[in-house]
């Protein structure tokens, strides 16, 4: 059981926040005990998709982090799920190192893993290289490769950090691609899958019968992919 998630990758645009939905709504339909915490004050998507699961965390302020790992401890079943904004990882990082928060998390008998949500470009691999190098075997992995962002990963595959963290358990998954005008119809709405999936085809951005079921078709794979992990 993993108990605290930190949904990454760094670099803007590759699906951080569409991942960490995903596993919001994962934890919900799997009757999982989670609470989210965001890190984007200005458009965090656990706030505006999830917000009843949700609340803000600055990750300037060393008191606002520490509730992450507080409701850990507080809590030994209950899920941590961290969406962690672009530019946010090095004072995460930073955090992390003064504060002794995996030797904590470690002490406390709980397990932290980092996501890296990739897209099919070499920032996302050169990242990844430089989490490994960074945390090395201290550190739970699952790399998401997401196909909303790139349909090959040749980047990824030959620049030899596929093996590296496989080497150190890693998890990868794929997130597949879903059909464009679903998601822009859904975030316009601002509402969670389940919303999206049984909002009225008459209301304004309502999904239609077979967008609701590519819907269903996407995330029943999504969730195929998140058993492998064990979250």
Do not use: C
């Not at 672009?86 to 904590?104: I, Y």
Request: glycine fraction near 8%; hydrophobic fraction near 40%.
């Amino acid at each position: 059981m993993t108990n605290i998630h930190l949904i990454g990758g760094e670099k803007g645009g590759v699906g951080k926040s569409l991942v960490a939905r995903v596993l919001a709504q994962y934890f919900i339909d799997k009757a999982i005990p989670f609470m989210g915490f965001d890190t984007d004050r200005s458009h965090g998507s656990l706030l505006r998709f999830y917000h009843e699961f949700a609340a803000s965390v600055d990750v300037d302020d060393y008191g606002s982090l520490d509730t992450i790992i507080e409701a850990a401890a507080e809590n030994p079943g209950l899920r941590i799920l961290v969406d962690l904004a672009a530019q946010t990882h090095a004072p995460v990082v930073k955090w992390m190192d003064e504060s002794g928060v995996l030797e904590t998390v470690a002490e406390l008998g709980l397990n932290l893993a980092y996501w890296h949500v990739m897209d099919s470009g070499k920032d996302s691999a050169d990242l990844l290289t430089k989490v490994l190098d960074r945390f090395g075997s201290r550190l739970s992995y699952v790399i998401v490769l997401n196909q909303l962002r790139g349909e090959t990963f040749e980047i990824f595959e030959k620049s030899g950090e596929k093996d590296r963290a496989l080497g150190l358990n890693a998890k990868i998954i794929t997130l597949r691609k879903l059909h464009e005008p679903v998601i822009t119809k859904i975030d316009a709405v601002s509402s969670s899958f389940w919303a999206a999936q049984n909002r009225s085809p008459h209301e304004p951005n309502g999904l239609g019968l077979l967008e609701r079921q590519r819907v269903k078709v996407w995330l029943r794979n999504v969730y195929d992919q998140l058993d492998t992990v064990g979250v």
